[in-house]
Every structure is written in C-alpha cells, then in structure tokens.
C-alpha cells in the first residue's frame, strides 16, 4: 500500500466514525445555551463535539501505524498528547464554564509541556540563505506563543455554523498535502486524520445540530499548531507555510484586537467585533459567512502547497502578497462595518 493511499484511507477511517460519534455526542446533551449576549444561536444546541473528531481522528492514526509499517516519531506523539490536554480543558470549559483566567493559566501550561518535549521551532528561514537559529529558551516561548495564538485564534472564529471548523479541515488537508511534499508521513497522516474527523463533524455543524465547543476549538487548535511547529522543525526553510494556512484565522483576530487596542477597547471583553461577525450583523447567512472564509482557506491553502513545492523565495513571497490582500480585504470590511453602527460596542 503506497503512502498517499495510507493517508487517503486515514481521512476515511477518521470521517465515518466521527459521523456516528458527533450523533452519540448529540444524545448526550451537553448543551451550549445562549444565556450570553455575544451567543448568536436562538436555542440550546448541543455542544463538545470536538471529543468526537478527536477520538476518531486518533483511532484511524493508530489503525493506519498498526496495520503498516509506519511509526509516530516523538514530536507527532507529544502533540497529540498536548492537544488531547487541551480538549479536555475544552471539555470542562463546556460543562463548568471555567473562569478565563484559569483558562488561561492551563492552556499555558499545555503550551510549555508541548514546547519542552519537543513541539518547538529552533531555527527560522526567513529568506534563502538566512537561517536564524534560536536558543533554546527563545525557541520555547516563541513555539509558546505560537500555539497560544492558534489556540485561541480558533476559539475565537468559531462563531458561525461550519465556519472555524470548515477552515480548520481545509488547512488540515493543506498541511496533509504540504508534509507529504517533503516526506513527513506521519505528519500527513496525522493531519489527514484530523481533516477527516472534522469532516464527519461538519455533517453535523453546517446545519446547526451539534456544536464543536470550547473542546473542539482547543483541539483543533492545539492539533494544527503542533503540527505546525513538527513542519517548521523538520523544513525551516519554509517557514511561512503554516503561517498561510491559518492566515483565515489569524488575520480576523490579530486585527480585530488590534483595531480594539487602537480604539481603547478592553481586548477581551466580550464583543461582536469580528469580520464574520459584521458580515453576519449586516444580514449575511451563517452559511454565506461560512461559505466566504471556505474559499479564502481554500485559497491560502493553494498557495500554502504552491510554496512548499517550489521553495526558495517563493513562501514569504506568498505569505507577504496574501497578509496584504487579507490586510486589505479586514479593512474594508471594518471600516463598512464602523460606517453602519456594526462595530464597537461592547457586550455586557
């Protein structure tokens, strides 16, 4: 059996479970209320589906690694153990409804234990020929940072109906096809794997039944971060290829706080300041909304995979034009969005 099949049969093995799972999820109620103002959803839904996209999206990895010949290097097995870390202080979050501030404090310490055992970049490609190494207490807590932006970056996007866990299966393929390009197996087949399950899940989520929560948000986060960081270890002269495949997600958030700061807004106090959440303000579906930021993943990604197979200059290039356009693209939608009372105020 040759790789790409072995990959093609993790995304399988991963989605239909992930299906039957997300309705098991959906009977046992664990339900998301809109007892908050930022909430958008009319009725209680349930929610923590993204215990379901991580069961199944570990169970085909370790179906595929026993049924062949291949084995998960270290770094694949600690970011699968941070990211299950992270899930479950989603899951919590679903059920308690812990105190940000303990959120915080934990999702740090994930973050660390990733970051020491291995989860790490210490080397950056910036430009062919330059080629910065980090120490090693540098290269902890910028992985560090890293994984905390992603984590949160997710969390904040999932707002609408197939719209953070859509771009989330669409980089999981994009990174899945960029780590077979330059021979990490197991990273494809781990980000596959993912992609599947998340797959199986949005059967569920594009029309309203089951909510991924704060667990799946934290998952698919922590997950795509790690990885992330696997890639840039093994290929740090394609630095910016993981930065493109989330640049859906980080470019809403990073300017959306940086639009807050500059107004003398608390950053994290609650609001509707997000790009999807003007575009949802002024009368767009959840899935014209989820539909849009589809194809801006899809795009990215495309790139993203361009870059990685033809190297040298071409990924920063790539990832500077795209800031620039997606810079562009926020700005417009912001500023439409000031003009029409749609942005600034805060939720109580």
Known sequence: MGEPIRILLAFLLAAAPAVLLCRVMM???????????????????????????????????????????????????????????????????????????????????????????????????????????????????????????????????????????????????????????????????????????LAGFLVWNISGKLFVGDAGAYFAGAILGGLSLEFVRLRPDLLFVPPMLLLPFLSDVLMTLAWRSMHGKKLFAAHRDHTYQIAMKAGLHHWQVSLVHAFWALNAAVFAVAATILGDQVPTIAFVLLTIVSVWIHWRVRRSGVAAGLVGADIA
């Open 27 to 197: 009977s046992v109620r664990i339900m998301d209320a809109p007892t908050e103002a930022r909430k958008i959803q009319r009725h209680a839904v349930p929610t923590s589906g993204g215990l379901a996209v991580m069961i199944s999206a570990y169970l085909a990895t370790v179906a595929i690694t026993e049924l062949t010949d291949w084995n998960l290097d270290s770094v694949i097995l600690v970011t699968g153990a941070g990211a299950l870390g992270a899930m479950l202080l989603g899951f919590a979050d679903d059920i308690l409804n812990v105190r940000a501030t303990y959120r915080l404090v934990l999702v740090l310490a994930i973050t660390l234990g990733m970051a020491i055992f291995g989860a790490r970049v210490e080397a950056l490609g910036l430009w062919p020929g330059v080629m910065i190494q980090l120490p090693y207490v540098l290269a902890i807590m910028g992985s560090m940072l890293w994984l905390v932006v992603v984590i949160n970056a997710v969390n904040f996007m999932d707002g609408a109906n197939g719209l953070a866990m859509g771009m989330a299966l669409i980089a999981a393929l994009g990174l899945s096809v960029c780590a077979a390009f330059i021979g990490a197996w197991t990273l494809a087949l781990l980000a596959m794997a993912v992609a599947g399950g």
